[in-house]
């Protein structure tokens, strides 16, 4: 990052200043005041000046070249013919618009650059007509190369190609949802001319697009997943800390482990998030009055573990933890295998499955688990039903109502008053097209190729609705079958931990967070007796690398 030399060290002069076109109109009494107050930034090549989502400044280059860098659907683009050289300055769009940096700037040689902050650039604006015009004139001109540069930009990075919609790629197109990943449908039929050179034509063979390169036959998500250029394998053989699992407590255990200076493999099979990042919104998280989504949290809480530089492989599992010479050995679908000092196991949980006659055959044509966002589009107008009344039904029946005609939201109890939010409660009711079905049961399912029909028992009258979609949220169960046998669980196979264990060899006290296998902490929802919160899942997440800093140290000590 950005090193700020000690005043007197690194300092421009008044003179220095004026050599820059913005400043050279300030009269010499403005130009030494400004001498008094700005930063004196020095830069290193390929260190960063600020990261995108940073709050704005205003910086002006005086020697060397910086490049900008956007975030392209998820790949870090670098736009090799627009570079800031000596004289030019940036940063005015944001500050005028009021929002944070929306690219990240970087050095490509040694620069000396004059940082302004907010208040400063304002008083430039008042103080100078003449710098205020060219500010103005220059975002003007700028503003015309975004709108050109938007225009060219894919609209997409993905394209699948196909003609059976309710099933063609369905798990390429999960996958890319989970992972926030914009993907376009295109139906051979009806658009011919956008199926490119080398995609198959025959009908029972759809095909993938990423970046330009062709799948003929449609791909697995880890070869999705390499060609979107996301991280699929580890690039050490050994880490301090291997984390199972990439939902809030795994990333919050990756962001804090590498800023505090341990490596960091965190190893997640699906997406990072986990059910937390399929929330539609999150209303109760400290910090977010106007609340945030799922997909928000949890793609900020990726990047930011990532910039620290915490490694996080895609499409991978963990099969199997045994100890080690130098803590444990974690062997990873593929026969790919790590050791690691310590261990966080933050698996999460997965849905608890509904088991009704025609489930299987309908699973991905109208009937899913979790909210699954991105089918929202395709409900406008028709008729929901979703069972469960915990948050996650509330938080999905609050979105789907923005599209769907009508939401029916089935619970088995009374109502929902004891297992919903009352911030919720109260939002449902103030919806019209929500209605809440108590005294519920979902019997069975009926459709051709796609959700048609439910039949349901009420107070053991049975009843049959016709229905679009049918969205399941009635709980979750742990798997932890995988995990050593010596690993303490509870029967429902959560995992116990510190003042719940009932088994320990060693003398010291176990660490609250950590399991029957010293070295080996848990943290999240697959925790025997944790709060089923996202914001328990990070405090557990990152109080879990505080107690392996503290068991690492036992171990360097003996």
Partial sequence: MARYGLRGAFMFTP?????????????????ARLAQTVADVRLKPEEWLFREGEP?????????????????????????????????????????MGTPTFG??????????????????????????????????????????????????????????GRHPDT???????????????????????????????????????????DGK?????PTTREVAQALQLQIAPNRDSYDVVIIGAG??????????????????????????????????????LGFPDGISGEDLTSRGFKQATRFGAEVALTHCVEKLTPGSHGYLCQLDGNKTVSARAVVLATGVDWRRLNVKGEDHLLGRGIFYGAARHEATNLIGKKVFIVGGGNSAGQAAMFLSNYAAEVNVLVRGEGLKLSMSQYLISQIASKANIKILPHTRVMSADGENRLQQIEVSVNSRV??????????????DANTSWLPAELERDPRGYICTGRELTTWKLERHPFPLETSLPGVFCAGDVRHNSIKRVSSGVGEGSMAIAFIHQYLALRQEA
């Fill in 463 to 476: 009843a049959t609705y016709d229905a679009d979609a049918l969205f399941i949220m009635i709980g979750a």
């Fill in 104 to 161: 990240s700037a970087r050095a490509k040689a040694d620069c000396r650059i004059a940082r302004l902050d907010k208040q400063q650039f304002h008083h430039l604006m008042r103080d100078s007509k003449d710098a205020s015009a060219l500010i103005l004139k220059t975002l003007n001109e700028r503003l015309a190369l975004v709108q050109q540069r938007t225009i060219s930009l894919p609209t997409s990075r993905v394209f699948i190609l």
């Fill in 248 to 285: 809030p407590a795994g990333m919050a255990a990756g962001v804090y482990g590498t800023s505090e200076g341990l490596t960091v493999l965190i190893v997640e099979r699906w997406a990072a998030g986990g059910q937390a990042g399929t929330s539609s919104r999150i209303e109760n998280y």
């Fill in 214 to 218: 062709v799948f003929a036959k449609s």
């Fill in 56 to 96: 704005p400044a205003f910086h002006v280059v005086f020697e060397g070249r910086l490049g900008l860098v956007l975030d392209v659907d998820g790949k870090l683009t670098e736009f090799e013919n627009y570079e800031f050289k000596a004289g030019d300055f940036f940063g005015e769009v944001p500050l005028l």
């Fill in 15 to 31: 003179e220095e200043l004026r050599q820059a076109a913005i400043f050279a109109c300030l009269d010499e009494a403005e130009c």
């Fill in 168 to 210: 063609d790629c369905n798990g390429v197109r999960d996958f890319l949802s989970a992972n926030r990943v914009p993907y376009e449908w295109v139906d051979r039929d009806l658009h011919p001319e956008q199926v490119p050179p080398g995609a198959s034509d025959d009908p029972e063979c759809p095909a993938v697009v990423v």
